[in-house]
């Protein structure tokens, strides 16, 4: 169904305005123009069924568009139909943090030891207590390290141990996409640089020298838990495998050219952090055991804590940046608080969709994950644009979503269109969203959702080649073409 302007009510205006009567007779009325009511522009309004064909996207597009102050539905179509949302996914995930943690939550990592501390050694353990902190980098690590130092702690007797049980592990975010992307890391209580680890070859006389670390900024800790080796042969261009708590990938000699780096997937997280924890230590004097993996802390006495930025900085970065593993552990953090316990990160989505449903009117949610990776999660268009009506008045979300840049034929950004657009972007292989709030030239809001997947074509990808697919690129930038075309359209029909 189409709210609005139909096809064949666009074509008949357009033929009107063009057709005339040739005759020979004189005119029998004044030849001044007539003037045009002041919205006469708006019947040249290209209507969403030219937009949508001329994307030519195949598979399906949804939308629907809305007054924010009332809810009515302005224009839409298949505006029931669930759909993949991609990364759109987040801007629920975001709510629902917030809802359930407050916008000045702070997560927290801790380092605990269990015996007693007499002149600088501990009689016992050493715990590094993962508190779901997405953001925890290697910097920060060696703040906790340099804060030990300074409560002059020079040695540990006991053991290692790293806590990572206060959300359930898993070891990728989606298992259909390829090993080696860094977008779908491990997932537990515990991160370190988002999960990932970097890679860097350089040529080196008849070889190649490679690294493995765990750099920031400050920082390039070499690591023990991820290892690379170079193969002889061309494709495919990484392998995993993983044995004793290291991942172990190998690379194709063919494939590396002269250098180059990229982050990998870190697929053990609590070891991945003891490993650069135990060399952070290692720099200040003390010397760590090897790390063992524990769910829970034992009881003892906190020494260090590194407490992240609070939650609305945390969740701004990650609608901007679109990180999913910041998605997965808020989202699983929200449940926690919600309910008391989180079976699986698909158990904790699917506890957020019935809250997005009941809470924010969001129906037809279906959600595996928190981020969107997951191509089986669904939602609609009007489902999501209920979410947004009902968050409008508390300006709690838009101030956090990033402002979506209009563009001309050639890609350029356009810095005084007329319409401004604070939203979410989605993009899976052959899956485009936009949802959001945009801002037309006389002042008026609309909220609108945009879905598009031609799953048909998704399908037939195999997980090896879902990295970058023949002829995703220029799918995508027609979806995000026909996106805008929308977005002009109803600002020309409802905000001019």
Same mark, same amino acid.
């Given at each position: ?6 096809? @064949? ?5 357009? !033929? ?15 030849? @001044? ?12 309004? #290209?209507?969403?069924? /030219?937009?949508?064909?001329?994307? $030519? ?17 302005? +224009? ?5 139909? !669930? ?16 809802? #359930?943690?407050?916008?000045?939550? @702070? ?9 007693? &501390?007499? $002149? ?8 590094? &207590? ?8 290697? =910097?920060? %690590? ?7 130092? =300074? ?11 790293? /806590? ?30 988002? =999960?990932? &680890?970097?890679?860097?070859?350089? *040529? ?15 920082? *390039? ?20 495998? +993983? ?59 906190? %020494? ?10 945390? %969740? ?11 998605? +997965? ?34 129906? !037809? ?29 508390? *300006? ?34 052959? &899956? ?27 399908? @037939? ?26 977005? +002009?359209?109803? !600002? ?5």
């Amino acid at each position: 169904m189409v709210r609005g302007f139909s096809r @064949r009510l666009f074509m008949g205006l357009l !033929g009107a305005g063009v057709a005339q009567t040739v005759s020979a007779a004189p005119p029998t009325a004044s030849l @001044r123009p007539v003037a045009r009511g002041a919205d006469h522009f708006k019947k040249a309004v #290209a209507g969403p069924e /030219a937009i949508v064909a001329k994307a $030519n996207l195949g598979g399906r597009v949804v939308f629907a568009v809305a007054d924010p102050r009332t809810g009515q539905i302005l +224009e839409g179509v298949n505006t029931k139909v !669930g759909t993949p949302p991609a990364s759109v996914a987040k801007a629920v995930t975001a709510l629902y943090a917030l809802n #359930a943690l407050g916008p000045s939550h @702070r997560f927290e990592t801790r380092v605990m030891v269990t015996g007693a &501390v007499s $002149n600088g050694v501990v009689s016992g353990d050493l715990v590094l &207590v993962g508190g779901g902190d997405p953001t925890l980098d290697t =910097n920060m %690590l060696a703040a906790l390290a340099q804060a030990l130092k =300074n409560k002059g702690i020079r040695e540990v007797r006991g053991g290692f141990m790293v /806590a990572e049980g206060l959300l359930p592990y898993a070891k990728t975010i989606d298992r259909d996409q390829p090993d080696h992307v860094g977008y779908s890391p491990a997932v537990s209580g515990i991160a370190l640089n988002y =999960n990932r &680890v970097h890679f860097e070859w350089k *040529r080196s006389g008849g070889g190649y020298g490679v690294t493995m670390d765990a750099r920031s900024d400050r920082y *390039r800790p070499a690591v023990y838990t991820s290892k690379m080796q170079i193969a002889d042969r061309s494709l495919p261009v990484y392998s995993y495998s +993983e044995s004793g708590g290291v991942d172990r990938w190998t690379v194709a000699r063919g494939a590396l050219g002269n250098g180059g780096a990229r982050w990998l997937p870190v697929r053990n997280p609590a070891l991945y952090a003891g490993d650069v924890f135990q060399t952070l230590m290692r720099a200040q004097g003390i010397v760590l055991k090897p790390p063992k993996v524990v769910k829970r802390a034992p009881g003892g006495t906190v %020494l260090a804590v590194h407490q992240s930025d609070e939650l609305r900085v945390i %969740l701004r970065d990650m609608l901007r940046f679109s990180t999913n593993l910041t998605a +997965e552990m808020v989202g699983m953090a929200a449940t926690l608080r919600r309910t008391g316990k989180v079976a699986s990160l698909k158990a904790s989505a699917g506890e957020m969709s019935r809250w997005a449903a009941s809470a924010l009117g969001a129906q !037809g949610t279906r959600l595996v994950d928190h981020s969107g990776l997951g191509g089986d999660s669904k939602m609609t268009a009007e489902g999501m644009v209920q979410a947004l009506v009902k968050v409008h008045g508390n *300006r709690g979300l838009r101030p956090i979503l990033k402002p979506f840049a209009m563009r001309d034929a050639k890609r350029k950004v356009i810095k005084t269109h007329p319409i401004e657009v604070h939203a979410k972007t989605g993009t899976l292989n052959f &899956v485009s969203g936009l949802a959001g709030y945009m801002t037309a030239r006389d002042g008026r809001e609309l909220a609108f959702a945009i879905f598009c997947a031609d799953e048909r074509t998704r399908s @037939r990808i195999s997980k090896a080649n879902r990295e970058a697919p023949q002829g995703a690129r220029g799918w995508n930038r027609r979806a995000k073409a026909m996106q805008q075309a929308l977005i +002009e359209r109803w !600002g020309a029909l409802y905000g001019s």
